[in-house]
């Protein structure tokens, strides 16, 4: 069943009563719209005082919107996306979205723990991915939003059924978005189980610095904090192998745009094509706190996003399956390249890949991860 948005908080109307109830920044809750199922759900509005703005929506944890001023100050989004939650629920590239339980590709739907084997949906090809036909970035999340003097955030919390998508266990899971007084974007994810369960969490926004459908994102500078990278198969499964990117199209460790090499006869090019790989971080310290993986800047509007993680790897997606197919915000057509997308997270198929750091959650831990988009320009 379909049904229609509220005419209240479409277009113009919620445009304008976003302005006004925001502007002395904080957070707002409104009606966004309604599931197949009839779940109703809401849009929330952050904003902090330098008039950073980011929309979130309790279906999927989807980040709707996301103004960045550029090096004039002049406020932009960009995060691609749709204006209405029907785009949503139709057709999306995890435009947005949280993911889970297992952010990426498990190869063929299948994984084997203590002893006894999973079968999870195979809903990309051959295998399964971002938490198969109804993962996180499809349910309603319960939100709860929150104001402290420096920050402005939401807390949203799922629990994950035994069984649910075929997984193991019953899994907790709180995810909070907090947008500071310092132009960051901080997701904290944490996450406890009854049952030995694969758990790697992520976020799936993607951007385009220069603003929603200003074009590719080729010219973006790319500045990559990998030494190795995780080359894959044909159906973008890693190989195992952690290769070196020195002398590859995959060294980013100098800034270079994201065009340079990407249509480089490489054969780890041809499979997107184009670049939708798992970059190993290097890491300092002790893990607990985000180090440094990957800085974005965007010429023309001087726009720069930098990422700290406490994950071991980034996926870095060029947005090669976007195909002219899809309308987002304002009718702008996404084509291809047109967005890019860095997941933190752990390494793909790391449930069948025994020399991968683990993804495994057992009883007693507890699941912790960190990333900070931080947001600033430069001149
Ligand atoms: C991830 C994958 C890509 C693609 C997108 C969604 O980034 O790595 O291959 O599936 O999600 O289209």
């Known amino acids: 069943m379909q049904r229609v948005l509220d005419p209240r908080v479409s277009g113009w109307a919620m445009i304008l009563a976003w302005t006004v109830a925001c502007a002395g920044g904080g957070v707002t809750r409104e009606r966004f719209g309604t599931t197949d199922c009839g779940e109703a759900v809401s849009v929330f509005t952050l904003k902090n005082a330098h008039g950073m703005a980011l929309r979130v929506t309790d279906y999927g944890g989807i980040i709707l919107t996301l103004l960045v001023p550029d090096k004039n100050g002049r ?29 990426n590709r498990i190869a063929h739907g299948r994984f084997t723990l203590d002893g006894k084997t999973y079968t999870l949906a195979t809903n990309n ?36 059924p035994n069984d649910e998508e075929g997984y193991p266990g019953t899994l907790r899971t709180t995810v909070t978005y907090t947008l500071t007084s310092a132009n960051e974007l901080v997701f904290d994810y944490s996450a406890t189980t009854d049952r030995a369960t694969p758990v790697n969490l992520t976020q799936h926004s993607y951007f385009n610095l220069a603003g929603d459908g200003k074009g590719d994102i080729l010219g973006h500078v790319v500045t990559l904090n990998a030494d190795r990278f995780t080359p894959v198969d044909s159906t973008l499964i890693p190989t195992g192998e952690l290769k070196s990117v020195a002398g590859t199209p995959f060294d980013f460790r100098k800034p270079t745009p994201i065009g340079a090499r990407i249509d480089q006869d490489d054969v780890q090019l041809r499979y997107g094509p184009g670049y939708d790989h ?20 965007e010429p023309a509007t001087g726009r720069v996003m930098e990422i700290y993680t406490t994950e071991p790897g980034l996926q870095f997606y060029s947005g090669n399956f976007l195909d ?56």
């Open 75 to 103: 406020l932009d989004d960009v995060v691609l996306g749709y204006d209405s939650l029907t785009g949503y629920l139709r057709s999306s590239p995890y435009f947005g979205a949280l993911i889970g339980r297992y952010g």
């Open 125 to 160: 090809g051959p295998n399964h991915l971002h938490g198969g036909l109804r993962g996180f970035d499809k349910v309603v999340w319960d939100v709860a939003p929150f104001e402290h003097p420096d920050s402005v955030g939401l807390v949203l919390r799922y629990t994950s």
């Open 278 to 297: 798992n970059f190993v971080l290097n890491k300092s310290g002790d893990g607990h706190e985000p180090t440094f993986a990957a800085r974005v800047y």
């Open 324 to 379: 002219g197919t899809l309308h987002g915000k304002k009718g702008v057509v996404y084509r291809r390249r047109y967005g890019f997308a860095m997941e933190t997270q752990h390494f793909p198929d790391s449930p069948n890949k025994p020399g991968f750091p683990s993804t495994i959650l057992r009883p007693a831990e507890q699941y912790r991860s960190r990333t900070i988009y931080k947001f600033a320009v430069q001149p």
